[in-house]
């Protein structure tokens, strides 16, 4: 099992920044997928970008592409989402996930998730 904390959601106006941490915790030894995805208000769950460390694949929705950056630290057993050039449209609660195998934005392909965090970004 790996277990999977959020934080640094936040309000913000737009054109700003926030960054995201998803703490894992738990047998992660063979967690090689880290992901984020999000769920605005009324909306499906979108995934925004994921990050695959055994051969260093990454991967970004179109909407997020040049403006989010997905990255992670294993010695902190920690991954980020840096959000720069934000917009209201990118207003949502935003979710960690992870798994062992090749993952990208689809949600099916985690078996591991956070609780959420808030991002609103106001016009």
């Known amino acids: 099992q790996v277990q999977l904390v959020e934080s640094g959601g936040g309000s913000v106006q737009a054109g700003g920044s926030l960054r995201l941490s998803c703490a894992a915790s738990?047998?992660?030894?063979?967690?090689?997928?880290w992901g984020w995805f999000r769920r605005a208000a009324g909306q499906e769950r979108e995934g925004v970008a994921s990050?695959?460390?055994?051969?260093?694949?990454?991967y970004y929705a179109d909407s997020v592409k040049g403006r989010f950056t997905i990255s992670r630290d294993n010695a902190k057993n920690t991954h980020y989402l840096q959000m720069n050039s934000l917009k209201p449209n990118d207003t949502a609660m935003y979710y960690c996930?992870?798994?062992?195998?090749?993952?990208?934005?689809?949600?099916?392909?985690?078996?591991?998730w956070g609780q959420g965090t808030q991002v609103t970004v106001s016009s």
């Open positions: 996930a992870a798994d062992a195998y090749p993952c990208g934005g689809d949600s099916f392909r985690y078996n591991y």
């Open positions: 738990g047998y992660t030894y063979s967690t090689y997928c």
């Open positions: 990050i695959y460390t055994r051969d260093g694949s990454i």
